[in-house]
């Protein structure tokens, strides 16, 4: 399935954040916000990247404004400042999607606090950070659509990956408390859930020979792995008018990983 503006027209010029942005699903999902005619932020804390990636980005929609912010995300005042940036040329903010994260997979006797604390750093206070300053421009205008990246790993659990499943069992629990907070200034707030998704990343660690990914399309029910476009959609869904009802989720698209409790998890 190809992914066309048309498919959510309600999009067409909202102004979206995507945070995490310069590659990986958060790029897959910048590229899909772009394509639906919208406006968007993309913010990284990797500089180079974003600007390698700017120029292709806005020469696909030049009527749009496609913008890039390096920052950390679990700096409130630098987030606050490039979304303040941002809705000055936009004039608002329809959707953050707080995607920023890190893994920190090594055995928990062996686990740094370093490693402790960046995870939490990034996949939870950046989470809380960047939803709550979309939510404080969310509420002086029309409300809007805050999507989180949570994990197949917040609502199962894997050997050594204390701080993933940790922080994105967080994230999930923090969506919900968000979405029932904030949905009186008609912000809705849902969480994406990926299960192992072919990325970069991914090929990496397998080339490294840290995964085996044919024995992770094994264990998958469905028999593939997910893609980044797969996550994109989703985000799409989510920020559309279409699922104006849905909020205090955790959408999960795993392949079936999580429902299938007779496989066993490869290493």
């Given at each position: ?20 942005a ?18 968007v ?8 990247e974003?600007d ?28 606050t ?51 709550r ?11 809007g ?14 050997p050594?990956r ?7 069992a ?13 949905a ?11 299960g ?34 797969d ?13 104006s009802?849905i ?8 392949g079936g990983w999580?429902?299938?409790?007779y496989a066993?998890t490869?290493?």
């Amino acid at each position: 399935m190809t992914m066309e503006a048309a498919v959510y027209p309600d999009l067409e010029g909202g102004s979206v954040c995507v945070t995490g942005a310069a590659r990986g699903l958060g790029l897959a999902m910048a590229e899909a916000f772009v394509r639906a005619g919208c406006h968007v932020l993309l913010l990284d804390i990797d500089g180079a990247e974003l600007d390698r990636v700017l120029p292709v980005l806005a020469a696909r929609r030049r009527d749009r404004v496609i913008r890039t912010a390096t920052a950390p995300v679990s700096d409130e005042d630098a987030v606050t400042e490039a979304l303040t940036g941002f809705t000055a040329r936009t004039g608002e903010l329809s959707v953050m999607v707080a995607n920023a994260g890190v893994s920190a997979n090594a055995p928990s006797l062996g686990l740094g606090l370093d490693r402790w604390n960046t995870a939490l750093d990034v996949n939870l206070t950046g989470v809380f950070v960047c939803a709550r300053a979309a939510a404080r421009v969310m509420r002086e205008g029309d409300g809007g659509v805050i999507l989180t990246t949570s994990s197949m790993y917040g609502v199962t659990a894997g050997p050594e990956r204390a701080a993933y499943c940790a922080t994105k069992a967080a994230v999930a629990a923090l969506t919900k408390v968000l979405a029932v907070e904030w949905a009186p200034h008609g912000i809705r707030v849902n969480a994406l859930a990926p299960g192992y998704v072919e990325t970069d990343l991914l090929a990496g660690l397998s080339a490294a020979g840290r995964l085996d990914t044919e024995a992770l399309r094994r264990r998958t029910p469905r028999g593939r792995l997910g893609s980044p476009q797969d996550i994109a959609h989703l985000a799409l869904f989510l920020s559309s008018a279409v699922s104006s009802n849905i909020t205090g989720q955790v959408m999960v698209s795993d392949g079936g990983w999580t429902a299938d409790g007779y496989a066993v998890t490869p290493g």
